[in-house]
């Protein structure tokens, strides 16, 4: 997996990607989705964890939506840290959904090369 | 299905025109996009501005773009495709996430017995971040006062060096469980952090919470959020990414134009954030938007509503059906504020029991201690909290015919809501219910070989959000010092950071 930039990568057929979040100061409340589907949490309840197999065409697109929860009464300094990990290679670990943010359910695309 | 063209905005268009670079003069004014696309793309400038304010790079903050780009095209060509259907996206109004406010059993003010205290009875509930209370009146006093209240829990200054996450919430649960306060008394200062001295300490308590945990971040309230709430927004989710997957995987010249026009986009948006510094923010943000919305609808808007990308039927069939399947999500989520609200009234019903251990440095009279034991159940319809207590003087003086024992008792207050006709500036906004409370409480005054009884009626009124107005009209057949009846009016206000905060957050970018 190759990163064009936080929420673009690059991706092979057959490839798996797993989205690894982890609340801090808030609830392990995450929900995702990849191209009209349900993402399920294959981890525990602590740090939700999302994985899903590159079966796409080449040239087409996986389009993840990740919903971070946040709730008014979470401090302003609760966060959910992102670890983006593709199995043929590439982790990445800088995305962070603040509650500060506007946008809560940011979008990754991942592009079959 | 009419469309309206009216724009109000191109003053601010040709505004932005003035600051781009000379291609984007070329690009066109979005005039009376759809709702939920407007607000998609503000919200994404927002966090674009926000980054470069946190000093990122320009063109890594306009990366940004990249968390919201897809759903606008998706939102924009929707927008742009012949017949009613797809056109529902104008019928959308624009995501709000989730959220709560409510809590309203964290003790903000100062215990029943403290300077300008409001309350009869005490609530077990303890913050976790440091909240402030300053009120006014007086109850169980002779003297009137004005008390500011400071509370927090061990477990704030845990998280500042452990990261708060999951497992530490857990792992340091029992430091959750402790809470303190201190009660300053402020009759001749003004009522703020900054002002208070040791000297005016009037009492400090300490609690441990024995039975329950009402915090949203348990295993438990989790378990239920993923069972009542979780599958709407999943719903939205599947609908939005489906939409998306269908606009752009199902025709690649939509998008390559899409990708191109993003990329072009991300360096203007870079050269503007460079260029606007001392620029107000909200000004920029709109700067931005304008920037986004005009590069949707030449590149996507245009192109697609002329047939110069034309989308096959399947992709426009796909691209209906999601349309149709997210403005039910959007309704369904509308319920989901409710269902919200009802999973942490559960929560805010649990029952709680703390101890409770307070030490009152008197201005006027020996300085005491007590303990209590606190308790709140939820007694359909009624909230109720039963308080026992036993108090000991530090040093009892036979002058004033004062015992080791000071005086012992209990207080029960049943509690209940009514709707609130204030604190709604929007027609979505939460608002908390008017409290209406009853307590009674029966003591036994050892010095004055007396029983004590006290009634009182309270109203806790939230004006707006964070802040909190609590009225009581109070019964007593007698004070600690005076054996004269009285009855008594008392007024005051509470601040809740906690609230205020995420009222900072909920209201910024609009």
Known sequence: ?????????????????????????????????????????????????????????????????????????????????????????GVFKDVVVRKTNQIWDPEFRFTVS | ??????????????????????????????????????????????????????????????????????????????????????????????????????????????????????????KPGIPELLALAVEHGAIEQSVNGTGLTLSTSPYAFVRLLEPDNAANFEQYGLWRRLGGSVTFDMRSEDPTVANVDINQVAEWSVRVRVIG???????????????VVQPKIQARLNALSGGISKALNGSPELQDAADSSS???????????????????????????????????????????????????????????????LVKAHQDLFSAQQDLGGILDELNRSPL??????????????????????????????????????????????????????????TVELAGSVKNPFGRSKKLDVVEPILISAAYQLSRLEEANDAIHIAQVKFSIPVTTGVTLPLSVTYASRTDLIDEDEVRGNFGFSLDLDKLYALAHAFAGF
């Open chain 2, 353 to 410: 029991l703390t101890v409770a251990f307070t030490h009152h440095t008197k201005v006027q009279g020996s300085a005491y201690s007590d303990a209590k034991l606190l308790f709140e159940a939820h007694v359909a319809p009624f909230d109720a909290v039963v308080n026992g207590f036993i108090s000991w003087y530090d040093h009892p003086d036979p002058a004033f015919n004062q015992e080791s024992v000071r005086d012992f008792g209990g």
């Open chain 2, 1 to 122: 299905m009419v469309i309206p063209r009216v724009s109000c905005r191109t003053p601010l268009f040709l505004m932005t025109c003035l600051v781009l670079p000379c291609n984007a003069l070329q690009a066109q004014e979005y005039e009376n996009p759809p709702e939920v696309l407007r607000d998609a793309a503000s919200r994404g400038a927002a966090d674009i501005l926000s980054e470069f304010e946190r000093g990122t790079q320009a063109s890594e903050a306009a990366e940004l773009l990249d968390q919201v780009w897809n759903r606008l095209v998706f939102y924009t060509v929707a927008d742009a495709l012949p017949g009613d259907d797809p056109h529902e996206v104008r019928g959308l109004q624009a995501y709000r996430y989730l959220a709560e406010l409510g809590r309203t059993d964290k003790q903000l003010g100062a215990t029943s017995s403290g300077p300008g205290s409001t309350s009869l009875a005490e």
């Open chain 1, 1 to 89: 997996m190759k990163r064009k930039t936080k929420f673009r990568y690059d991706v092979s057929q057959g490839e798996s990607v797993t989205i690894k979040v982890t609340p801090i100061e808030t609830g392990a409340r995450v929900t995702a989705a990849d191209n009209g589907e349900k993402l399920e949490n294959s981890n525990g309840p602590d740090t939700p964890t999302f994985e899903f197999e590159v079966d796409q065409v080449p040239g087409n697109s996986h389009f993840v939506i990740v919903e971070c929860s946040f709730l008014d009464e979470d401090p302003n300094t609760a966060h959910f840290d992102f670890e983006l990990r593709g199995s043929k290679g």
């Open chain 2, 263 to 325: 990329e072009a986009l991300k360096g203007q948006i870079a050269g503007y954030l460079e260029s606007s510094d001392g620029v107000p923010r909200e000004q920029r943000i709109e700067i931005i938007t304008t920037m986004t919305l005009s590069a949707l609808k030449t590149t996507v808007f245009d192109p697609i509503s002329e047939s110069r990308i034309a989308l096959s039927e399947e992709t426009f069939r796909g691209i209906t059906v999601a349309m149709s399947g």
């Open chain 2, 213 to 227: 945990d009402r915090s949203t971040r348990t295993k438990k309230f989790t378990q239920r959020w993923s069972e």
